[in-house]
């Protein structure tokens, strides 16, 4: 059974730039969220996609936006990046939206924006 | 709303010490889930436990073990004859409906075991 996966691991942009993280989810789940952890602190609750569709959001701007795919992978897209965007952007997949179901976390991709 | 206290910033153990972790956790919301998560220095944060707000039932996994009391709002991690590879950042979640079911995060106890 194949974890959660995430592309790329690592990222250096500048200030107004656009950026295009991806996630591949476990097989057999049909859930992913999105999580924002700046340095020394507790991951942030971006956004949640359940089969294709934005099924909760959490407190960040409209420029941070995402997609899911009919295979439930998904991309989160960051534009106009700001300095304070610096974080591990961390995805989950889980196998419902339900919160009885326990959420699986892929490596990450930590982005510095310069 | 809801919240997540680790009031435990860093704790530094020497191996084979016993170390708990606390976790404080507010919510309205009579059903509710809650979660430890290990994060190495890798970065990947792995999943430990799952708690739903019905189950007070405490539970033991080796050497790990997790007390949930809804009386006081607590749901602490304790780790019994700690090893290096013990070191690691934990963090306490929270999921409830009003939500959508995200995941709530404290601010994580960062774990060190030296030998």
């Known amino acids: 059974e194949t974890g959660v996966t995430q592309s790329p691991t690592h990222l250096i942009k500048t200030r107004g730039q656009q950026v295009t993280l991806r996630c591949s989810s476990q097989s057999g789940h049909n859930t992913v969220s999105w999580y924002q952890q700046a340095l020394g602190q507790g991951p942030q609750f971006i956004f949640q996609?359940?089969?294709?569709?934005?099924?909760g959001r959490g407190n960040f701007p409209p420029r941070f936006s995402g997609l899911q795919f009919p295979n439930y992978s998904s991309e989160l897209n960051v534009n106009a990046l700001e300095l304070d965007d610096s974080a591990l952007y961390l995805c989950a997949s889980s196998p419902s939206g339900s919160g009885r179901e326990t959420q699986y976390f892929g490596p990450g991709t930590r982005l510095l924006v310069l | 709303a809801q919240k997540v206290t680790q009031a435990q910033t860093e704790i530094s153990v020497v191996e084979k010490e016993d170390v708990t972790l606390d976790c404080v956790y507010e919510t309205r919301d009579t059903t509710y889930y809650l979660f430890w998560y290990k994060q190495p220095p890798s970065g990947e944060l792995v999943f430990l436990i799952r708690r739903n707000s019905f189950d007070e039932q405490n539970e033991i996994s080796g050497r790990y073990s997790w007390n949930f009391q809804k009386s006081t709002s607590s749901f602490n991690f304790t780790i019994t004859a700690s090893q290096v590879v013990d070191s690691a950042v934990y963090f306490c979640?929270?999921?409830?409906?009003?939500?959508?079911?995200?995941?709530?995060f404290g601010k994580g106890t960062s774990l060190l075991v030296t030998p």
């Open positions: 996609y359940y089969r294709e569709e934005e099924n």
């Open positions: 979640a929270l999921s409830v409906l009003n939500s959508g079911y995200a995941l709530n």
